[in-house]
């Protein structure tokens, strides 16, 4: 399940053969079709029909998509045959000759140059979506008695992780969910991402509310913000608990946009109190006020950051996700990744594109497979 997330994901955020990945298989195509087309419309043409310097054109293309051995048998095979006599490749002359001896030369080199550095760009992607993945792995579909599904998008191209973040875990006393938005977007904003991560795991396991949840946050930015120099740290975040003991859910917000429940189709936007946003040192202080809401079966949650409510059309009105989830969830209430999904695209749809980090999260309390009701034996859907 976490492959398949993994691949999905990887594949969404392929930056594309101009923008660093391997070049597609249609482009081995075009040099050895270019060299037979040439040799066969020379070969049915009069000999007064010059075709010859076209098959200068063969070996630079072969240097984008094949090797160097590859590349030097197209060029020694066109160096060739404009030397074989009575070929009927016109009447190319020595110079014209070593010109394209010279230019395939630097096409085997080009070639050569350019299969180390796809190596290396295969390494050091590899590399990096390991440790994007490790910050932020795919979420699992289910986390107890919750289904969960949340979509990323990253502002700056050809990452996997910006400056949104989200997660799921189960706790003591329940499953926690956190949706926040640190300071700044991009591969800027990464290590803030991982060093929030990293202590709501913690904090989950041991903390016994959400007020010491967000407490122990708050103490992480604040301290990573006192060893960098200059740095002032700070991020924007939700926390929710389904409680393992009651049909309810806590909601705990830090200057953060407040959720949304879709409930019979009916879309509320939830009163959440706005506490202090994580990284003033407030948290421990003055905590934020907890909310308590009664949820049931059936009933979603949508948690975004401000890169969807923030977005804009071409004549700068917001997204009004309200309205349009409603629209949007009628179709789609027993799948969360179909919903995260829809509204992804509506967004782009309305804005035409989105400029900052974007992150949703969809939440809904139902009960274990073996919990619900059906036949005996009923395979799980």
């Known amino acids: 399940m976490f492959r398949v997330a993994a691949a999905s994901r990887r594949d969404r955020d392929e930056p594309g053969w101009l923008r660093g990945a391997p070049p597609p298989p249609w482009v081995r195509w075009p040099p050895p ?10 070969l049915a043409t009069p000999k007064t029909v010059d075709l010859s ?12 998509s094949y090797g160097a051995s590859a590349t030097a048998l197209l060029g020694g095979t066109v160096v ?23 230019v395939a030369l630097l096409s085997i080199l080009f070639a050569w140059v350019r299969s180390r550095r796809d190596t290396q760009l295969v390494t050091v992607r ?17 986390v107890g008695p919750v289904r969960c599904a ?19 875990r189960k706790g003591p006393s329940g499953v926690l969910a956190l949706v926040g938005d640190v300071q700044g977007h991009g591969l800027t904003a990464v290590g803030t991402v991982a060093a929030l991560l990293g202590a709501f795991r913690e904090a989950v396991l041991d903390q016994p509310d959400l007020e010491g949840v967000a407490a122990r946050l708050d103490r992480r930015l604040v301290v990573d913000s006192e060893e960098a120099e200059h740095a002032e740290l700070f991020a924007t975040a939700v926390l929710l608990e389904f409680r393992a003991d009651a049909p309810e859910l806590r909601i705990v917000s830090c200057g953060h946009p407040p959720p949304l429940l879709v409930r ?3 879309v509320e936007e939830l009163a959440v109190a706005p506490g202090a946003p994580l990284g003033l ?27 969807v409510t923030e977005a804009r059309d071409g004549s700068g009105a917001f997204y009004p996700l309200a309205e349009r989830l409603s629209v949007l969830c009628a179709d789609m209430r027993d799948d969360p990744a179909a919903l995260t999904s829809a509204v992804w695209r509506d967004l782009m749809r309305f804005s035409g594109g989105v400029g900052d980090d974007v992150a949703l999260l969809a939440l809904s309390l139902d009960p274990e497979p073996d919990a619900r009701p ?7 859907s």
Do not use: H, M, N
């Not at 407030?282 to 949650?301: C, S």
């Open 150 to 168: 949340g979509l990323y998008r990253a502002a700056q191209g050809g990452t996997l992780v910006g400056g949104d973040l989200f997660d799921v």
């Open 126 to 142: 590899t590399v990096a979506e390991a440790a994007q993945f490790a910050v932020l792995p795919p979420l699992p579909e289910r």
């Open 281 to 307: 040192g407030i948290a421990g202080i003055a905590p934020p006020e907890e909310v308590t809401v009664g949820v049931k079966p059936g009933d979603w949650l949508l948690v975004v950051t401000d890169g």
């Open 264 to 266: 019979g189709g009916v």
């Open 53 to 64: 310097f076209l098959l200068a054109a063969v070996p630079p293309l072969a240097a984008l």
């Open 33 to 42: 079709v270019l060299l037979a087309v040439i040799c066969a419309i020379q």
């Open 374 to 380: 059906g036949p005996r034996g009923a395979p799980e």
């Open 80 to 102: 060739l045959l404009l030397y074989l006599p009575g070929f009927g490749l016109g009447r190319p002359g020595d110079s014209d000759v070593l010109t394209v001896a010279f």
